[in-house]
């Protein structure tokens, strides 16, 4: 079993561990007096679930998980989960949390990853032809992509917007890397550029023509917020405390568990982490995150270029898109680039669903790149270890 561990990826292990040690201390000191160790020793636990999840992940044979047995399993189950959430009691405004007594599920951060499997299975097997319309036969296309639509139906339904639109993100990518032209990449990367540019004013237009500003509606008071926070500071306080956060913070901070800023923050161990993180380590230290995040969707992506396997690159795209849009979109809701949206920075926030989710991604990604490595490093002519590591 251990001997797999010649083959680890240490561009993929050393940041996943460096960030998930942070993560934990980053809880404990985001975290209010009263809860501070209790969410320590609960961060500490799903760290350590995640490990010997990634671990088990990183030594299974991939192949297992394309069986459309495993698959329906998984992706009903998953569905079946966000309906159960679905009608559990809202928190702040939005469902999708089960409770468990010792910790509350959140189906959506485990979707993301089902997606990916699910994708990648499909998109392999009916790969994209050029000429060839999708719509073609459309019951086969409906009973294909009806259980992704469905899960995603659900997610706006919650309503949980940011979740939705990095598991659209993440099969949008998969798609295109499946073999979509050139043509066709290059417009839809023009046209989601202008509307990311574009998105305050359109959603003024929308707000002046509906007359949005007096509605109390979860989704559009963050919409009307992130276009304009000063004009209601109460409703925007979230935002803006990070704002002072980050301020305050300078580029060293002011030391660890010093934040004045947390008390006033309703989410600073989850959503607002970075904020706090860079109120205490500074932006030095948050410019260092982001820099292992990169180190690990840049390596994804090196690794994908590589892979001759369809299955197993568009696995590692549709990880490496699922963490740089994940951290894309947190931190962009916490410096005001982006609507708030309530989704957590990976490895950094606290939470199980989150961090186990990603700990499982980061597992497939090291098995796929263990592979990889020893089709690639090992000679042919290398007798020897070509019989140590049968």
């Known amino acids: 079993m251990f001997k797999k561990l010649r083959q680890l990826d240490y561009w993929i292990a050393v940041p996943f561990g460096i960030l998930s040690a942070l993560g934990v201390v980053m809880v404990f000191s985001a975290s209010l007096t009263n809860s501070a160790m209790l969410n320590f020793y609960k961060q500490l636990v799903f760290v350590i679930i995640g490990w010997i999840g990634a671990f088990t992940l990183f030594h299974l044979n991939l192949n297992n998980w394309r069986r459309p047995q495993w698959l329906k399993i998984l992706m009903y189950g998953i569905i079946a989960l966000l309906v159960i959430a679905r009608i559990m009691p809202a928190v702040n405004g939005a469902h999708g949390w089960i409770p468990l007594g010792f910790m509350?599920?959140?189906?959506?951060?485990?979707?993301?990853?089902?997606?990916?499997?699910?994708?990648?299975?499909?998109?392999?097997?009916?790969?994209?032809?050029?000429?060839?319309?999708?719509?073609?036969?459309?019951?086969?296309?409906?009973?294909?992509?009806?259980?992704?639509?469905?899960?995603?139906?659900?997610?706006?339904?919650?309503?949980?917007?940011?979740?939705?639109?990095?598991?659209?993100?993440?099969?949008?990518?998969?798609?295109?890397?499946?073999g979509v032209s050139r043509k066709i990449m290059v417009i839809w990367f023009i046209g989601i550029s202008a509307l990311f540019a574009l998105l305050q004013p359109i959603i003024n237009l929308v707000n002046k023509v509906f007359h949005l500003t007096g509605?109390?509606?979860?989704?559009?008071?963050?919409?009307?917020?992130?276009?304009?926070?000063?004009?209601?500071?109460?409703?925007?306080?979230?935002?803006?405390?990070?704002?002072?956060?980050?301020?305050?913070?300078?580029?060293?901070?002011?030391?660890?568990?010093?934040?004045?800023?947390?008390?006033?923050?309703?989410?600073?161990?989850?959503?607002?982490?970075?904020?706090?993180?860079?109120?205490?380590?500074?932006a030095v230290v948050t410019v260092i995150v982001l820099m292992l995040i990169l180190i690990l969707v840049t390596r994804l992506i090196l690794l994908g270029i590589r892979q001759k396997n369809q299955y197993q690159r568009l696995i590692l795209y549709g990880v490496a898109m699922l963490l740089f849009v994940q951290a894309f979109v947190n931190l962009g809701g916490v410096i005001g680039v982006l609507p708030i949206t309530g989704v957590v920075f990976p490895f950094i926030s606290g939470g199980g669903s989150s961090y186990i989710a990603f700990s499982a991604a980061i597992g497939l990604t090291l098995n796929i790149a263990a592979h990889q490595k020893k089709a690639v490093d090992i000679h042919p002519n290398d007798v020897v270890a070509r019989k140590d590591y049968q």
């Open 215 to 282: 509605s109390t509606h979860y989704s559009i008071l963050r919409l009307i917020n992130f276009v304009n926070p000063w004009a209601d500071p109460d409703q925007s306080r979230q935002l803006l405390y990070g704002y002072y956060a980050i301020a305050h913070g300078g580029l060293f901070g002011v030391g660890l568990g010093n934040s004045l800023i947390k008390p006033y923050l309703p989410e600073s161990n989850t959503d607002f982490i970075m904020a706090v993180m860079t109120e205490e380590l500074g």
């Open 104 to 178: 509350t599920l959140q189906p959506a951060e485990f979707l993301k990853l089902i997606l990916i499997l699910y994708c990648a299975h499909i998109l392999t097997r009916v790969p994209w032809q050029a000429g060839v319309k999708i719509s073609r036969q459309p019951l086969a296309q409906m009973k294909i992509w009806g259980p992704p639509v469905l899960s995603l139906f659900l997610l706006l339904i919650m309503p949980d917007n940011g979740n939705m639109l990095i598991a659209i993100g993440i099969v949008f990518v998969m798609v295109l890397a499946s």
